[in-house]
Each structure stands twice: as structure tokens, then as C-alpha cells.
């Protein structure tokens, strides 16, 4: 079998202290490689440094909305130059998140729309943080969606009625270990109409381990097996073949090498 972790912080402190561990569970797991995604301008140095010393792995370029109020203008056009980067292979993780709404509404879009101009522009793919924000993100997406190369909805928490929308405007959905939760039906309901060729997964971690691990501190990549193996049971599939499907629709969305 082998996995692609398309969504992992892999320069978070409790992974990067320990990545070569880290690297060597998850090949055995066999998931061979990864995309390392920054939350700000701080880590987006660690990111592009971290993924220039390993191979397989690749690097994601963004500001989260939690940190949409950090961060100025100046910083956001430093953001556009580090997407310049070798081994970046998106714009991410940028969004809305009015769950925690850490930064106001109104900067979480602004920084947000600046971020998909400039994955329009250099011709990246988007990596989509959504929460509790859907009217909005459809909104901002409506204008967007013929400029930009691709967009994924990482860590999907939403309803199959809402993945339709998302995959009637061509965009892609990522499951994380949310899916394996025993009262995640909606979320479950949802990986079970989204297609694989539209499909990846995930571990977002250090956060959210899946079951039945769903107790380790931090989650680490090599648990994606967990998240992938309960998707195929829910779309009663063989779990080779989803790893297969997936890991194809990974490669052609980040347009990453084959191994
Ligand atoms: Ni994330």
C-alpha cells in the first residue's frame, strides 16, 4: 500500500523534534510521502527548509485564518515570493474559520482573497481551511473558481449536500481523521458520495488522531492508514485499490513526480 499525507505540520514542534522517527514510522506504515503545510509567515521558512532536506516530501505556503490578524501587507507579498520556492506545490492552508473566529470576518476574507490572487497567479492549487464559514467560502470561491488551478477543502467537516456544491464548482475534499469518529455520520455520509478521483486524505497532524489511535498524542502520518482503511469500508471498496485511487488523484492534484 502506499499513502500520500497530502496535509500534515510537519514543522510543528513536537514532529519536526523528532522527523526522522516520524519519516521512518510513516514509510513502514507506507505512507511514502507527504505535503508539509504552513499556518504563517514564521513557518513558512521551516516549511520550505524542512522539505528541501527530504525527498517525498513537499511544501504548502499560506497564513491560516487564525492568523489572518498578524499578519500586514507586506508580509503577505514575502508569502508570494516564499510560493516561489522549490518543492512548493500549493498556496495553504488559507480560509475562513468563524468556529474560533480568532482574527475578525472581515481580514480572514481579505487575507484569504489576497492568497487565492496569488495562487492564481503562479498557477498553484489552493488548500482550503473552512469552518462553520460556507455561505462565505462559496461566495469568495464563486469568483475564483474558473482563475485558479484547483482547490481541495482540507479536513473536511461539512455534509455531503455541501461536498456536491463544492464538487459541482470542480473542487477537491480531503478527509482527515475526523471520519473514523463514532458521531461523525455527516462527515461519513459525505466521503461515501465524494468520487475518488476528486478525493484525498489526510492526517492534519500533530491534531487529531483517528481511531483507534484516537488517544496518541501527537498524531503523526504514519496513522493515516487508520483514516484511509475506514473510508474504503464506508464505500465498500478494498482498501488497496482506495490507496491506489487516491494516491493517483494526490499526484495529479499537487502535481507531484511518481516514486
Ligand atoms: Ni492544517
Not at 507527504?34 to 505556503?61: C, F, P
Request: hydrophobic share 40%.
Amino acid at each position: 500500500m502506499e499513502l500520500i499525507d497530502t496535509h500534515a505540520h510537519l514543522t510543528f514542534d513536537e514532529l519536526e523534534g523528532d522527523i526522522d522517527g516520524v519519516l521512518d514510522r510513516s514509510r513502514a506504515a507506507g505512507v511514502t510521502a507527504w505535503v508539509t503545510v504552513g499556518t504563517d509567515i514564521g513557518q513558512a521558512k521551516r516549511v520550505l527548509a524542512l522539505a528541501s532536506g527530504h525527498e517525498n516530501m513537499y511544501a504548502a505556503i499560506g497564513v491560516h485564518p487564525h492568523y489572518a490578524k498578524d499578519i500586514s501587507d507586506d508580509e503577505l507579498a514575502a508569502i508570494k515570493e516564499y510560493a516561489g520556492g522549490e518543492k512548493v506545490v500549493a498556496i495553504g492552508e488559507t480560509g475562513l474559520d468563524y468556529h474560533y473566529e480568532f482574527s475578525d470576518r472581515e481580514r480572514q476574507k481579505e487575507v484569504f482573497t489576497a492568497q487565492l490572487e496569488i495562487a492564481a497567479e503562479l498557477d498553484l492549487p489552493v488548500i482550503i481551511h473552512c469552518r462553520e464559514a460556507f455561505d462565505d467560502m462559496i461566495a469568495i470561491l464563486d469568483r475564483f473558481k474558473d482563475a485558479l488551478k484547483g482547490a481541495v477543502i482540507h479536513c473536511y467537516s461539512g455534509n455531503a449536500a455541501e461536498a456536491e456544491q463544492y464538487l459541482g464548482m470542480g473542487f477537491h475534499i480531503s478527509f482527515t481523521g475526523i471520519v473514523t469518529f463514532k458521531n461523525s455520520v455527516d462527515v461519513q455520509e459525505a466521503a461515501k458520495i465524494v468520487p475518488l478521483d476528486r478525493m484525498m486524505v489526510e492526517t492534519d497532524c500533530p491534531y487529531i488522531s483517528p481511531v483507534p489511535v484516537r488517544n496518541k498524542r501527537p498524531c503523526e502520518p504514519a496513522f493515516l492508514v487508520h483514516t484511509a482503511n475506514k473510508i474504503a469500508e464506508l464505500k465498500g471498496i478494498d482498501p488497496e485499490e482506495f490507496a491506489r485511487a487516491v494516491t493517483a488523484t494526490s499526484r495529479r492534484f499537487f502535481d507531484l513526480p511518481s516514486n
